[in-house]
């Protein structure tokens, strides 16, 4: 019988993401298993983070984020999150309890300081951020390059590396080739508990999105770099092609739903940039929020949005296309 383990979870922030999802699902797992298990983030919002990180079914624990912000001026996002991770990073290190694992998600940059824990480091990588940043300007290669160095050495520093696909094994392989290691592939694993129970059918939100029309579903953050302005393209060239299926396709709705963050600058612009787009090709928009999104969240959504129980309140959900 293997004997109880004390492990530890770092994630960089603790809100509502697959990302996230892995963590908590991984995290209560171990958990039912018999195992001691304690999550650290940078930051953990209680009004926009999973049930399980909020209702005492998980110890999170919340550190790196009293003396450097994320960000200067909505730049310096990879020199500020570096820091809050190695204050974090700190914080474990002084933390009384003593870890035999340590399950590192998606930022490297604490790992050297964390072996100083003396436990065993699990790092899960992400598509490396090395390929993820911008270098248009000579000043972004210059500020990106230590990053860059930082990343590949942190990570050669992990005990056991894993990556969430064959894709990501091989991406890794090719943006680190100095490190000599093959990480491991280790799929994420789906709590279908979860889901299987019954739909709330008087769900606001599912009654603004009530249509007779076929709808395509899209499901990514509002990132750049999730490229969701490829889903647009697409719906809008199957509406414009002629051919025996136009009929059909033009039944159809796409609907373009994922994390939005109003502190993330990069979640506000991103979704007014899909906005335009979609009415550049000739597509009829509404965006939906939240029942429960705030009156400063909404401002900063494309104009004409409205929250999901004011659709419903004023019987307009028939007008989604």
Same mark, same amino acid.
């Given at each position: 019988?293997?004997?109880?383990?004390?492990?530890?979870?770092?994630?960089?922030?603790?809100?509502?993401?697959?990302?996230?999802?892995?963590?908590?699902?991984?995290?209560?797992?171990?958990?039912?298993?018999?195992?001691?298990?304690?999550?650290?983030?940078m930051?953990?919002?209680l009004?926009?983070?999973?049930?399980?990180?909020?209702?005492?079914?998980?110890?999170?624990?919340?550190?790196?984020?009293?003396?450097?912000?994320?960000?200067?001026g909505?730049?310096?996002?990879?020199?500020?999150?570096?820091?809050?991770?190695?204050?974090?990073?700190?914080?474990i290190?002084?933390?009384?309890?003593?870890?035999?694992?340590?399950?590192?998600?998606?930022?490297?940059?604490?790992?050297?300081?964390? !072996?100083?824990?003396?436990?065993? $480091?699990?790092?899960?990588?992400?598509?490396? #951020?090395?390929? %993820? +940043?911008? /270098?248009?300007?000579l000043?972004?290669?210059?500020?990106?390059a230590?990053?860059?160095?930082?990343?590949?050495?942190?990570?050669?520093?992990?005990?056991?590396?894993v990556?969430?696909?064959?894709?990501?094994?091989?991406?890794?392989?090719?943006?680190?080739?100095?490190?000599?290691?093959?990480?491991?592939?280790?799929?994420?694993?789906?709590?279908?508990?979860?889901?299987?129970?019954?739909?709330?059918?008087?769900?606001p939100?599912?009654?603004?999105?009530?249509?007779? !029309?076929?709808?395509?579903?899209? $499901?990514?953050?509002?990132?750049?770099?999730? #490229?969701?302005? %490829? +889903?647009? /393209?697409?719906?809008?060239?199957?509406?414009?092609?002629?051919?025996?299926?136009?009929?059909?396709?033009?039944?159809?709705c796409?609907?373009?739903?994922?994390?939005?963050?109003?502190?993330?600058?990069?979640?506000?612009?991103?979704?007014?940039?899909?906005?335009?787009?979609?009415?550049?090709?000739?597509l009829?928009?509404?965006?939906?929020?939240?029942?429960?999104?705030?009156?400063?969240?909404?401002?900063?959504?494309?104009?004409?949005?409205?929250?999901?129980?004011?659709?419903?309140?004023?019987?307009?959900?028939?007008?989604?296309?």
């Open positions: 019988m293997v004997r109880p383990l004390s492990v530890a979870f770092v994630h960089p922030d603790l809100g509502i993401g697959g990302a996230e999802r892995l963590v908590v699902d991984a995290a209560v797992s171990l958990q039912k298993r018999g195992h001691r298990v304690v999550v650290y983030t930051h953990h919002d009004s926009h983070c999973f049930a399980e990180t909020r209702d005492g079914t998980l110890d999170v624990r919340v550190g790196g984020n009293w003396l450097v912000p994320r960000s200067i909505g730049r310096l996002h990879i020199l500020c999150t570096t820091l809050r991770s190695l204050m974090l990073a700190r914080q290190v002084n933390d009384s309890e003593q870890y035999d694992a340590l399950f590192v998600d998606q930022l490297s940059a604490p790992i050297p300081l964390l !072996k100083y824990t003396h436990a065993h $480091i699990f790092f899960y990588c992400h598509f490396p #951020d090395y390929l %993820l +940043a911008r /270098r248009d300007t000043g972004q290669k210059l500020y990106r230590p990053f860059d160095l930082l990343e590949e050495f942190t990570t050669g520093e992990a005990d056991e590396i990556v969430n696909s064959r894709f990501t094994q091989e991406t890794f392989r090719k943006a680190f080739p100095h490190l000599g290691k093959i990480p491991k592939v280790l799929t994420p694993a789906l709590n279908f508990e979860a889901y299987d129970r019954p739909v709330d059918s008087g769900d939100l599912l009654r603004a999105l009530r249509t007779e !029309k076929q709808i395509v579903l899209s $499901i990514n953050r509002f990132e750049r770099k999730k #490229d969701v302005g %490829l +889903a647009l /393209r697409a719906f809008a060239l199957c509406l414009q092609e002629n051919g025996p299926d136009r009929v059909a396709t033009s039944n159809c796409l609907v373009a739903a994922g994390g939005w963050d109003p502190r993330v600058v990069e979640n506000t612009q991103y979704l007014k940039e899909l906005d335009a787009q979609a009415k550049q090709l000739g009829r928009t509404r965006t939906i929020a939240p029942q429960r999104a705030s009156k400063d969240a909404l401002a900063l959504l494309p104009e004409e949005a409205a929250s999901a129980s004011a659709i419903v309140d004023d019987g307009s959900t028939d007008q989604l296309a």
